[in-house]
């Protein structure tokens, strides 16, 4: 399977834990995409990297969130101190080159927070 | 106001019913566009691009108003399995950058 891969697919923790999600993208894009989506809304925008450097973060994004994309590869996004409005959908998605190039996600990754 | 405004609906159409969705954007330098489906717990996927000039793929049509700033989206003949959120998706170009924006999406129940 060459598509986008979200690891794990389902995480429950507990308020306060901290979570990592990990993304890999379509191996030639190079840009990378994070976003938030929860149940009626459509996915809200979180971070976006080109290659390794992160051009962009939303400021909706608490001090909290962080992600990375240590050699323009994998991308991982770390939630410390969970609270429970951060339950929601968190999607990955990577495109290539132009502006026209459309975007292929990941199934997601499923975060519960008791 | 968003940045990419919907009406959530839900539209429940009659199987073979034409329907329209329309979405506004608010930022004139936005670039490209994109229509998404996105099933129940499912991840979006691509449904159409939208063109200028317009374009069509199948029952599928899609417009683009640059000075009115909106996107509309025509399905005809409409199917059971056209049941989906159709999400709207404005992308911004700035100083190099590409930024995707989503809209709430529109709710379709095809009923038989």
């Known amino acids: 399977d060459t598509g986008v891969s979200q690891n794990p697919r389902h995480k429950i923790t507990k308020r306060g834990q901290n979570v990592t999600f990990r993304c890999d993208p379509i191996?030639?894009?190079?840009?990378l995409y994070w976003y938030r989506q929860t149940l009626g809304q459509g996915p809200e925008f979180l971070t976006y990297?080109?290659?390794?450097?992160?051009?962009?973060k939303s400021r909706l994004l608490s001090d909290r969130f962080s992600a990375e994309r240590p050699k323009g590869s994998f991308s991982t996004l770390e939630i410390q101190r969970t609270e429970q409005g951060d339950s929601a959908m968190y999607l990955c998605?990577?495109?290539?080159?132009?502006?026209?190039?459309?975007?292929?996600f990941g199934s997601g990754t499923q975060l519960s927070v008791l | 106001r968003k940045e990419v405004e919907q009406d959530p609906g839900p539209f429940n159409v009659p199987e073979g019913a034409t329907v329209a969705f329309n979405c506004t954007y608010s930022?004139?330098?936005?670039?490209?566009f994109f229509w998404y489906r996105q099933d129940c717990r499912k991840e979006p996927k691509l449904l159409m691009s939208?063109?200028?000039s317009g374009n069509e793929d199948g029952r599928f049509t899609a417009q683009l108003n640059r000075a009115s700033q909106y996107i509309s989206l025509l399905i005809r003949d409409s199917k059971l399995s056209d049941s989906a959120t159709y999400l709207c998706?404005?992308?911004?170009?700035?100083?190099?950058?590409?930024?995707?924006?989503f809209g709430t999406g529109t709710r379709l129940k095809v009923l038989a």
């Open positions: 998605a990577s495109s290539f080159g132009t502006s026209n190039e459309k975007l292929f």
């Open positions: 191996s030639e894009h190079n840009r």
């Open positions: 990297f080109q290659n390794e450097a992160q051009l962009e």
């Open positions: 930022n004139s330098a936005s670039q490209s």
């Open positions: 939208v063109y200028s």
């Open positions: 998706v404005v992308n911004t170009a700035t100083s190099g950058t590409y930024k995707y924006i």
